[in-house]
C-alpha cells in the first residue's frame, strides 16, 4: 500500500511537494485552510492530486502515515499540536526534496541577514564557474518541485529556520551560516536559545567530509561552536582577524585560505558594496573555492553580480533626493546594516508587523544619522516609544503612497529616503515584495 502523504499549506514549497511525492508513488493529499492561487490548483489537478481549500479536513489529515507542513505554519496552531500528540512524523520540503535528490549535491545557506544575498551570490559564482546548478529554497523556486521536474547535479539552497525546524536526514555537503541575530522570536517562544538551535540545525547531520562556513566574528556563532563540538569541516570567515583557513579582510583585500591554498582580491571590486556585504562576499567566495571553482572565475563572479530587488536597491533620485528600496529588511538587524552603509542624511521609512523587536539596537545610527521617521505600519507604538525623544520629526502613514509623499516633503536635496522597514509587511502589504512594489510606484509618480 503506497504511503500517505498529507500535506499542510498550498504555496510554493506544499505544492512542489505534492508534486515530488506523486511522482514517488505516494497517495498525496493536500490541504489549506486559505484560498488557492488558481496557477496552483492548476497544477494540482494536472498531477492528480487530491486537494482542499479553505479549510482543514482533520480525520483525513490525522489518517496520515507522514505530513510536510508549509513552514509558514506555527507549532502552536491547533492541527499541528494534534498531529503531535498523534505522533505523526512530520517533515519540511527540504527534507522531502533530500531524500530525493540522489547523488546530487546540496549548499544550504541560512542566518538571520544576507541569505537570499549570499545564495544568489554562491549560485551566479556556480553559473560563472561552468557548474549546472539549480537556485532553490526560501528564494523563491521549491526545492522539491525542482527536483521532482528538472533535477541537478548542484542545489544552492536558501534555508530558513522554519524549513529546518523539521528535518531528519537533511545534510548539506556545504553548510553556511551567516549570522544569527534576534529574529522570528514570536515562532520559537520568545526564547533566543530555541532561535540559534534551529539556525544550527543546518549543521547537525553534517560528517567530517562535509564542510561548515561562518562569521567567526558573530559572538553567538562562536559561543555555540564551542559549547556544541561539530563534526563537520570548518571553514570560518572575519573581517576583524587573520586566519589560517577560510577567509579574511586585511587592509581592503580579502584574503582566502583552503587546503594551503591562498588567493587575494580587493574589497573594491566588489560589486556588492557596504560592510555586510563584505561578509556575504567572503561567504560566497569561500563557498566558491570548496566545490572546486577556478579563483579567476571566482573573482569575475564577486565583481560583476547585480544585487537583489527589495534589498538596499536605488530606485530613482528624485530632485537631489535618493529613494532606496530595502523593504526586504523585516528585521532591525538588517536595518542596522542599512543605516550603517548610508553616507547622506536619512529619512527613514520604519514599520509593519513587530516580531519582537528590540529597536534600541538601531538607536545610535538613528541619533547619528536619520532626520526624520516615517511610520508605515497598523501599530506603531513601539517605533514612537523608541524614537520619540531622539528624532525631531515622526509622522504616520497607512500606505506606501503616503509615506513616500511624507518623505519627500521632510526631504531636501542631498538626503536619501530610506525604506527599512525592520518588520514583516503581513499589516498592509501582501509580502515584503508587495511592499517594495508599491514603494517603487510611489516614487515614479513624485
Request: with cysteine; net charge neutral.
Given at each position: 500500500?503506497?504511503?500517505?502523504?498529507?500535506?499542510?499549506?498550498?504555496?510554493?514549497?506544499?505544492?512542489?511537494?505534492?508534486?515530488?511525492?506523486?511522482?514517488?508513488?505516494?497517495?498525496?493529499?493536500?490541504s489549506d485552510a486559505g484560498p488557492l492561487k488558481e496557477r496552483y490548483k492548476n497544477e494540482l489537478r494536472n498531477n492528480n492530486i487530491v486537494f482542499e481549500e479553505g479549510k482543514h479536513s482533520e480525520e483525513k489529515i490525522l489518517a496520515a502515515d507522514e505530513i510536510m507542513k508549509s513552514p509558514g505554519i506555527p507549532e502552536k496552531n491547533?492541527?499541528?499540536?494534534?498531529?503531535?500528540?498523534?505522533?505523526?512524523?512530520?517533515?519540511?520540503?527540504?527534507?522531502?526534496?533530500?531524500?530525493?535528490?540522489?547523488?546530487?549535491?546540496?549548499?544550504?545557506?541560512?542566518?538571520?541577514?544576507?541569505?537570499?544575498?549570499?545564495?544568489?551570490?554562491?549560485?551566479?559564482?556556480?553559473?560563472?564557474?561552468?557548474?549546472d546548478a539549480a537556485l532553490?529554497?526560501?528564494?523563491?523556486?521549491?526545492?522539491?518541485?525542482?527536483?521532482?521536474?528538472?533535477?541537478?547535479?548542484l542545489y544552492v539552497a536558501e534555508i530558513s529556520s522554519f524549513q529546518l525546524d523539521d528535518i531528519i536526514d537533511f545534510r548539506p555537503d556545504v553548510a553556511v551560516l551567516l549570522?544569527?541575530?534576534?529574529d522570528?522570536?514570536?515562532?520559537?517562544?520568545?526564547k533566543f536559545e530555541k532561535y540559534i538551535r534551529s539556525k544550527f540545525n543546518i549543521v547537525k547531520n553534517q560528517k567530517p567530509e562535509d564542510i561548515f562556513i561562518y562569521c567567526a566574528d558573530d559572538p553567538v556563532i562562536t559561543q555555540y561552536i564551542k559549547e556544541n563540538p561539530l563534526h563537520s569541516n570548518l571553514l570560518p570567515f572575519s573581517m576583524y582577524r587573520e586566519l589560517p583557513k577560510g577567509a579574511f579582510i586585511?587592509?581592503?583585500?580579502?584574503?582566502?585560505?583552503?587546503?594551503?591554498?591562498?588567493?587575494?582580491?580587493?574589497?573594491?571590486?566588489?560589486?556588492?558594496?557596504?560592510?555586510?556585504?563584505q561578509y556575504n562576499s567572503m561567504a560566497a567566495s569561500l563557498t566558491g573555492a570548496t566545490i572546486g571553482i577556478r579563483k579567476e572565475k571566482i573573482r569575475v563572479a564577486v565583481e560583476?553580480?547585480?544585487?537583489?530587488?527589495?534589498?538596499?536597491?536605488?530606485?530613482?533620485?528624485?530632485?537631489?533626493?535618493?529613494?532606496?528600496?530595502?523593504?526586504?529588511?523585516?528585521?532591525?538587524?538588517?536595518t542596522w546594516y542599512a543605516l550603517e552603509s548610508m553616507k547622506q542624511p536619512v529619512i527613514l521609512i520604519l514599520g509593519g508587523v513587530d516580531k519582537g523587536n528590540d529597536y534600541s539596537a538601531l538607536l545610535d545610527l538613528v541619533k547619528e544619522k536619520v532626520k526624520a521617521i516615517v511610520c508605515l505600519g497598523t501599530d506603531n507604538r513601539k517605533i514612537?516609544?523608541?524614537?520619540?525623544?531622539?528624532?525631531?520629526?515622526?509622522?504616520?502613514?497607512?500606505?506606501?503612497?503616503?509615506?513616500?509623499?511624507?518623505?519627500?516633503?521632510?526631504a531636501n536635496k542631498g538626503d536619501v529616503v530610506l525604506l527599512s522597514p525592520a518588520c514583516a509587511s503581513f499589516d498592509l502589504f501582501k509580502n515584503y515584495e508587495d511592499r517594495g512594489r508599491q514603494f517603487i510606484d510611489a516614487v515614479r509618480e513624485l
Open positions: 500500500m503506497s504511503k500517505k502523504f498529507v500535506i499542510l499549506g498550498g504555496g510554493e514549497s506544499g505544492v512542489g511537494a505534492a508534486i515530488l511525492a506523486r511522482k514517488q508513488g505516494y497517495d498525496v493529499f493536500l491547533e492541527l499541528v499540536k494534534k498531529i503531535r500528540t498523534r505522533g505523526i512524523a512530520v517533515i519540511s520540503e527540504i527534507e522531502m526534496a533530500y531524500r530525493f535528490k540522489g547523488e546530487s549535491r546540496v549548499i544550504g545557506i541560512t542566518g538571520s541577514n544576507g541569505k537570499s544575498t549570499t545564495t544568489s551570490l554562491i549560485y551566479h559564482i556556480c553559473k560563472t564557474g561552468g557548474m532553490v529554497g526560501n528564494i523563491g523556486y521549491s526545492f522539491a518541485r525542482q527536483v521532482a521536474e528538472d533535477p541537478k547535479p549570522n544569527i541575530t534576534e522570528h522570536l514570536d515562532r520559537y517562544e520568545y586585511r587592509d581592503k583585500d580579502m584574503i582566502l585560505t583552503i587546503d594551503g591554498e591562498s588567493f587575494e582580491t580587493s574589497v573594491y571590486d566588489f560589486a556588492l558594496k557596504g560592510k555586510h556585504n560583476n553580480f547585480e544585487g537583489l530587488e527589495h534589498r538596499m536597491q536605488h530606485v530613482l533620485t528624485v530632485r537631489g533626493v535618493d529613494f532606496i528600496n530595502d523593504s526586504k529588511a523585516t528585521n532591525v538587524n538588517s514612537h516609544e523608541a524614537f520619540g525623544k531622539h528624532v525631531e520629526v515622526m509622522v504616520n502613514t497607512g500606505s506606501a503612497s503616503e509615506a513616500v509623499k511624507a518623505s519627500f516633503h521632510l
